[in-house]
């Protein structure tokens, strides 16, 4: 599956699944032999049933008695390894297509950048992984089961007729298609009361979700009444909507029971009629035969056509994956220069940056950073200043001009090898569902604890991991949840800290923090910053006021460089944003 996003370029969804299913094609082709074998019984025993009622009706040998019943039950024995034969084949083949697809989705979204990220919602990928995936899974699955069963039964059926009662073929590929498509022009009209009610249980589930939100709004107000009679409001028209979508069902099952029993009804009196008369040579077990053959052969044909949405569910999971295969927006690092040092200069030559709405987020920025020299940049809010820090760790590509990395254009880099010379501590901490040593030594396999344990005491953090019940093994919880804002944000220092950067990226890392954490926090900064290239994002004077440099941005472009003192007694900018 490694080639698909290289290979998907927007085709037809079926020349997707044939591409998909190309390495399958052995799995799938016994997947079919075994179904023809163990579905067999079903297409053989109306020819049984009218072998064993002409042995009686004729008075023929009882051995023709034991030869049938011993076939047919030999053949209902060998369901069983042939079934497990084509589970296992189909379910194979189905299962790792849904695994590779899983993957080359996860490794597609690794590679497209953070522009893309940040248009595209988690939600809407997580959906594609999951769901999307599921479907084409289960569309694969549910149309080999009842396609493969339809058409053999077709086959099988017609196949009989066509060497029992050649004369009775061309009726049934008449009616039995007439009875199918008369099924669905009933069926169709079932499709405007389905979709009513699907839109009704998705109005609930908004109302519920709106609701759920709302909860400490309404319980603060006493307002649980309002609450409660808007979600009745909207449950009393599932339920109508559910009562006539259910009412409509009735009506179409028994009008479809009826009209598919009557049709037989006519078949078994026009084969007796003909068998009766003489018209052509046709023995009872035969009127039997085509009896059942016409209830069976057009379930058949209805359960092919019924598929058609099953198949366009799933064709619509495969456009909706391809969405993602299909992105240009990729962060190009092929064939480019890899960093194996960092000393950490960095230069910003004429450096613009517009986003794809036309708003220019940084304009002919000029600006040297030497190595191991902390630079803030300040500002109002669209000032620029996270929009540098992105171009710096290489999220985006400046629009116009270059930055100079140890003297080197950061465009002739592959940015994974430079990002492993950077460190980023964020406004939020970013941890996973993993224990306390996971999450600071992500990405750094068999690291010793004691490392570990250097780097959460380097961080201020080992204070309060010695405390945890389970110490380095304790388990933070779903994006930390079990620790609280200011333990977060020292683990993404230890995180930073065990990596050794040689450029360190700090945005808005303190402003979350209550006074007590922000001061441990700073302690542990303090640490984390020596010998480093660092760029500040923040907004706390505790946190800028001992940079080397403090660059103060305006609408995208340098307003003032000084320090901390030289920029207040100035009066310029800087000292207007510490006066708001």
């Not at 003489?278 to 009896?291: E, I, Q, R, W």
């Not at 304790?474 to 050794?500: C, K, M, N």
């Not at 006074?515 to 004077?541: I, P």
């Amino acid at each position: 599956m490694g080639e698909l996003e290289h290979r998907y370029r927007g085709e037809h969804p079926i020349r997707t699944l044939a591409y998909l299913y190309r390495d399958h094609r052995r799995r799938l082709l016994v997947a079919v032999l075994a179904f023809v074998v163990k579905h067999s019984p079903t297409w053989l025993l109306p020819l049984v049933t009218a072998n064993i009622v002409n042995v009686l009706v004729e008075h023929r040998p009882v051995g023709e008695l034991w030869v049938n019943s011993g076939v047919l039950c030999l053949l209902l024995i060998l369901n069983y390894p042939f079934h497990l034969c084509y589970v296992r084949a189909l379910s194979g083949a189905i299962r790792r297509v849904g695994t590779g697809l899983r993957s080359a989705l996860c490794r597609r979204m690794q590679e497209l950048s953070i522009g893309y990220h940040s248009r595209v919602s988690a939600a809407v990928l997580q959906t594609k992984v999951i769901r999307d995936v599921e479907g084409v899974e289960q569309m694969t699955q549910q149309a080999s089961d009842m396609g493969l069963a339809a058409v053999v039964t077709l086959a099988g059926g017609l196949t009989v007729i066509a060497v029992r009662v050649p004369a009775a073929l061309p009726v049934f590929l008449l009616v039995v298609p007439a009875a199918a498509v008369l099924v669905m022009k009933m069926r169709d009209r079932l499709r405007s009361s389905n979709e009513s009610f699907r839109l009704e249980v998705e109005r609930l589930s908004s109302r519920v979700t709106e609701m759920t939100h709302l909860i400490p709004i309404t319980r603060a107000h006493g307002l649980e009444k309002d609450a409660l009679h808007r979600v009745d409001g909207t449950l009393t028209k599932v339920l109508r909507t559910g009562l006539k979508v259910d009412l409509v069902n009735g009506r179409f099952g028994s009008l479809a029971w009826i009209l598919l029993n009557v049709l037989g009804v006519a078949c078994l009196a026009g084969a007796a009629l003909v068998s009766y008369y003489g018209v052509f040579a046709l023995t009872p077990g035969d009127v039997v035969m085509l009896s059942t053959f016409f209830t069976t052969l057009t379930a058949s044909v209805t359960t092919l056509m019924s598929l058609s949405p099953i198949i366009a569910k799933g064709l619509e999971s495969v456009r909706s994956i391809g969405e993602v295969l299909q992105a240009p927006d990729l962060e190009q690092n092929a064939g480019k220069a890899g960093v194996a040092a960092v000393s950490g200069r960095l230069d910003f030559q004429d450096v613009t940056f517009a986003y794809e709405t036309g708003r220019v987020a940084v304009d002919g920025l000029n600006l040297s950073v030497v190595p191991g020299e902390t630079v803030a940049l300040v500002g109002a809010s669209g000032a620029g200043k996270s929009t540098v820090l992105n171009l710096v760790i290489g999220f985006l590509r400046p629009t116009g001009g270059r930055i100079l990395l140890d003297g080197r254009d950061m465009e002739s880099l592959d940015l994974r090898s430079y990002r492993r010379f950077v460190s980023v501590v964020p406004q939020e901490s970013i941890l996973f569902e993993g224990s306390i040593r996971e999450n600071v030594g992500y990405g750094m396999p068999e690291v010793p604890d004691e490392v570990v344990r250097r780097a959460l005491r380097d961080a201020n953090a080992m204070e309060f991991v010695e405390r945890l019940p389970d110490g380095l093994d304790t388990v933070v919880g779903e994006r930390g949840a079990r620790l609280s804002g200011g333990q977060r944000q020292r683990l993404a220092i230890a995180r930073a800290l065990i990596r050794d950067p040689r450029v360190l990226i700090l945005d808005e890392a303190t402003s979350a923090l209550d006074t007590r954490s922000e001061a441990l926090v700073q302690q542990a900064l303090g640490r984390l910053v020596a010998g480093r290239t660092v760029l500040v994002v923040a907004h706390r004077m505790s946190t800028i006021r001992n940079a080397d440099r403090i660059v103060v941005l305006d609408g995208g472009r340098i307003a003032e460089v000084g320090s901390h003192e030289e920029l207040l007694g100035s009066g310029g900018v800087y000292s207007g944003l510490q006066s708001a």
